[in-house]
């Protein structure tokens, strides 16, 4: 092992060391009662600036969207290819191993009599395989870059017949510092009212958990499907930069 492999696995250890640091509990409970959860600075600077770098460099990406051409927004995006950057493949795996056990919770909540939902793995690497199985093999984690006038209009990332219910966003760039604008948008909808929307403006570094289609919710007679989308609000000024933490993969 050289220099470079010894330095990126010490720092993804250092990194799951972070994550597993969280206040899972209170984040868990947030999730569930909100549909979506922040942290504080998981990541530091200079791994923000180092993922950010890498939107240049065509070698890691599989796929480019340019959000115009499709009516999703104004911006950018590129999929990563495999293998993955260490600190994507980090986040993206201990992530799932924390997130699993809410997910088998929402699909209990929202499963329909003679219609039970399989339960998802332990692990991300065995559910990648259920992906795999079902036709989706294309790695789904993606860099977005918003410059002034973009936005990212409403929209959930569903790519086949597997999909996880939880997804994660990491902001890479400054608010207020970098870019202005650009509030993180959350629009809930529920069965018989009006949405309900939240925007944000987290730290950089921070990582936001958030419903990635439908969670269950209390109703007056009994549970209820919430549907999420997400956006983001336009962007005044600078540049805004994020990574998006996908954990079922693409067809």
Known sequence: MNAA??????????????????????????????????TGPLLAPEECAALTALYADDTRFRKRIVM???????????????????????????????????????????????????????????????????????????????AAGGYNCLHQDLYGSEAFPVQATCFLSRAGTDYRGGEFLLVEQRPRQQSRGTALSPVQGAVLLFASAARPVPGKRGVLRAHMRHGVSTVSGGNRFTLGIIFHDAA
Do not use: K, M
């Not at 696995?9 to 994550?19: P, V």
């Not at 969280?22 to 868990?28: K, P, R």
């Not at 115009?68 to 260490?86: I, K, N, Q, S, W």
């Open 5 to 38: 492999d010894t330095a990126a696995r010490s720092a993804t250890h250092g990194l799951r060391d972070r994550i597993e640091a969280l206040d899972w509990a209170s984040l868990l409970g947030q999730l569930d009662g909100e549909g979506h959860a922040l």
């Open 68 to 146: 115009e051409r499709y009516r999703y927004g104004v911006g950018d995006y590129a999929y990563f290819a495999h293998p993955l950057p260490p600190v994507v493949a980090t986040l993206r795996e201990t992530l799932y191993g924390r997130l699993a056990p809410l997910a088998n919770g929402w699909a209990a909540r929202l499963a329909r009599s003679g219609a039970p939902q399989l339960p998802y793995p332990a692990t991300l690497a065995a559910y990648l395989e259920r992906c795999h199985a079902a036709g989706q093999q294309r790695p789904t984690p993606l860099l977005l870059r918003y």
